[in-house]
């Protein structure tokens, strides 16, 4: 199901309220109130708005100054300005301050109508290139991946950057968790703050709490000076704590405190100081499953997993695997030297079918392990033992030579070719599920998408044979 599209409305006026419903909803979208600038400014803190509708004379603020806090925060609002003190130059000042059209009051229904509707078929224009450019080059600030997983990450990413509230990552080792909250902090109101990153499980226990709150000169042997700790640091920015899960309870403790009041202390210290940053979390392991285990405290669970984000292993990523790879290879081969530019078919299907327990990481090795070993423009499967490890013991053979010996039968065996295992497990899969194809999908370890595409294509051989 799609989310309605949000409106707010600031207006102060409670007749002309009323009208906005009353004409708005014509139109399948979510209507929010702010009858004061002050209002309106935390509203926008949240998930923001598809359109604003922006009255100029408020009680408290002029609209024009809730006009640059949204083009200061990258707010991808469109903003419809109205406002019964209309002139030539209000219109142009708060044109250039971002606005995208402007009403002056009275104004007729339709024409409030007509407009908002406009506004609202741009941003869905916009969002479209946003998503077909993302289809075409697979990258999204910093990520790399074009498949229906990640364009699901895309989303998510998209949707919580401009509020302030904590996002989960989760996701297997490997599957760039700190990619993505890098791309939320960038895509945010604080990308020119700094970005922090503390990793909860390289860092000693005893050395944690002054890692996260700094420490003052004499607050333990070795403490020559006062230290700046990770939340200091992060003032003003992003605070992400990667591994999460792994951090000492009494730690916790004090975490849920920060989070609770926004003031901390530094080990040895007695001045309060006070923080003012965005938390984003990660963690490989499954949260819930920690806190019920009693090593995760409940009331952080809540405080940090407010917005989840599932960062797939790579063997779900449909397409991404080569994608990956080139990029990889044209990196490497740059950075060492190298002529190393593509694949031969045979590695392509090495690379395509290798499970890839270690995800991005994992490749990123193979093909480093690659470029450094190899000379020639063209990487073969042989180059790749790693991943047909029959390979390895026939490294005097040729790539497709020694494909085709790792893939004979035993003399007398009978063995089905791989497209017809694949498809009988599928379709015993469907069976079992009663047709349900998430759950088969489930049952098989892969993503539904794999399963939509196969029968797809049985349907479309079954067509082409009976034509």
């Known amino acids: 199901m799609t989310a309605k599209a949000r409106l707010l409305l600031v207006e102060d006026t409670p007749s002309i309220l009323r009208l906005y419903h009353e004409v708005l909803s014509k139109l399948d979208v979510e209507l929010h109130d702010a009858d004061t600038g002050a209002r309106a400014l935390a509203a926008l803190g949240d998930i923001p708005p598809e359109v604003v509708l922006l009255d100029l004379e408020l009680p408290d603020l002029n609209g024009v100054e809730i006009l640059r806090a949204i083009r200061k925060r990258g707010l991808p609002s469109a903003v419809i300005v109205v406002t019964a003190h209309g002139s030539v130059k209000t219109a142009v000042e708060a044109m250039r301050e971002g606005a995208y059209d402007f009403i002056v009051k009275p104004f007729a229904p339709d024409r409030l ?20 450019d993302v289809i075409q080059t697979g990258r999204f600030c910093g990520l790399l991946g074009a498949s229906l997983p990640m364009r699901a ?11 302030r509230a904590t996002v989960f990552i989760s996701g297997e080792s490997g599957t760039g968790k700190e990619l993505c909250a890098e791309a939320i902090h960038q895509l945010s109101p604080r990308r020119e703050g700094p970005f922090v990153a503390v990793n909860c499980g390289a860092i000693p226990r005893e050395l944690m709490e002054s890692e996260m709150f700094g420490h ?9 000076g006062t230290r700046e700790g990770a939340i200091a640091r992060a003032r003003g920015g992003t605070l992400f704590l990667d591994e999460v899960c792994e951090m000492d309870l009494a730690l916790q403790v004090k975490l849920l405190r920060v989070l609770q009041s926004g003031e901390f202390t530094k080990v040895g210290g007695s001045e309060v100081e006070h923080a003012d940053m965005r938390y984003l979390c990660a963690t490989n ?11 995760f405290r409940e009331d952080l669970y809540y405080r940090l997993h407010v917005v989840p984000c599932a960062m ?12 990956l790879a080139r990029h990889f290879l044209a990196l490497y081969a740059q950075e060492e030297g190298k002529s190393c530019a593509d694949f031969e078919p045979d590695a392509i299907t090495a690379l395509t079918r290798y499970s890839w327990p270690g995800n991005i990481r994992e490749l990123q090795n193979v093909l480093r392990n690659v470029v450094l070993f190899n000379d020639g423009a063209i990487v073969g499967a042989a180059m790749l033992p ?32 791989l497209w017809q295992v694949e498809r009988q497990a599928i379709e015993e899969a469907l069976a079992l599920c009663g047709g349900n194809v998430p759950r088969a999908a489930a049952l098989l370890e892969v993503n539904p998408s794999t399963i939509y595409r196969r029968k797809a294509e049985w349907d479309k051989g079954r067509l082409a044979s009976t034509a």
Do not use: C, H, M
């Open 153 to 163: 990450v895309y989303n998510v990413i998209e949707s919580t950057a401009k509020s």
């Open 216 to 224: 003052v000169k004499g607050a333990f042997t070795g403490a020559i």
């Open 113 to 132: 109508l007509v407009t908002v509707r406009n506004a609202l078929d741009r941003r869905r224009l916009e969002r479209l290139a946003a998503a077909n």
């Open 285 to 295: 392991r499954e949260p819930w499953a920690e806190v019920q285990a009693g090593r």
């Open 312 to 323: 797939p292993p790579l063997r779900e990523r449909d397409g991404d695997v080569l994608l």
């Open 386 to 417: 790693r991943l047909v490890p029959d390979l390895a013991q026939r490294s005097g053979n040729s790539a497709p030579a020694a494909l085709r010996l790792a893939t004979e039968p035993a003399r007398g065996a009978a063995v089905k070719p």
